[in-house]
């Protein structure tokens, strides 16, 4: 039962690289999220999709980009790396959006370092 | 800003011992999650709560919800190492748009 796949696991960039973090679901989810953890701030929604097709703005969206490539994929881009984007990164799923009772299933993050 | 936060930052129990956290929020809510994270791992769904109900139990969880106080607390009963995480509640976003809006978490260490 993978779940949610998260790759990479760890990454260290320097300021000014760009690079995409991949996430992929095998539960037939609808929706996917990604957040970012930061100490002490919990998790803050960067972007999420509703369905297979959409793409929208959470919380935190400058300077990243996103894309759902099918169903079961949705990858966060970083075009150019900055030190305040040092977090760790967690995609999430949800069978479908607009039904906050439905709980989200987590991948186990990208720890990403920018220097 | 957050709509819902843990109380307290950190706690430490002894294996055994019940744990208790709480967590406010900001504004009318449909239900409240909490969910777990282990040490280098995602977060993990526990339990949910509807705004109309006041008590729900999980094996040895069991959460109340308190709507007119707008919080809640999370009850692990019998406590065991294995319980030591970060635990978080999760609420919706107060513009209704049904993003889960996450606290920043209280940190339980069970001591053997």
């Known amino acids: 039962n993978a779940g949610v796949t998260q790759t990479p696991k760890f990454q260290v960039l320097k300021t000014g690289q760009s690079m995409t973090l991949q996430c992929a679901q095998d539960m037939n989810h609808n929706s996917m999220y990604w957040y970012r953890q930061d100490p002490g701030m919990g998790l803050r929604l960067i972007y999420y999709s509703a369905s297979e097709g959409t793409t929208d703005k959470g919380e935190v969206p400058n300077g990243y980009n996103v894309s759902r490539l099918n169903k079961r994929e949705f990858s966060l881009r970083l075009e150019s790396a900055a030190p305040s984007q040092t977090s760790v990164y967690f995609c999430?799923?949800?069978?479908?959006?607009?039904?906050?009772?439905?709980?989200?299933?987590f991948g186990d993050g990208t720890r990403l370092s920018i220097l | 800003s957050q709509q819902g936060e843990e109380d307290p930052q950190a706690l430490s129990i002894q294996e055994g011992e019940n744990a208790t956290m709480n967590c406010s929020y900001k504004?009318?809510?449909?239900?409240l999650q909490w969910y777990r994270q282990n040490s280098g791992r995602g977060l993990v769904h526990l339990i949910l709560i509807r705004s109309n109900e006041r008590e729900k139990h999980s094996g040895r969880l069991r959460v109340t919800l308190d709507t007119s106080k707008k919080s809640s607390s999370l009850l692990i009963t019998a406590s065991r190492a294995a319980d030591t995480a970060s635990y978080f509640c999760a609420t919706d976003a107060e513009d209704s748009s049904y993003k889960l809006i996450f606290g920043s978490g209280t940190r339980l260490l069970v001591r053997p």
């Open positions: 504004t009318s809510i449909n239900n």
């Open positions: 999430a799923s949800s069978e479908t959006f607009g039904d906050s009772n439905q709980p989200q299933h």
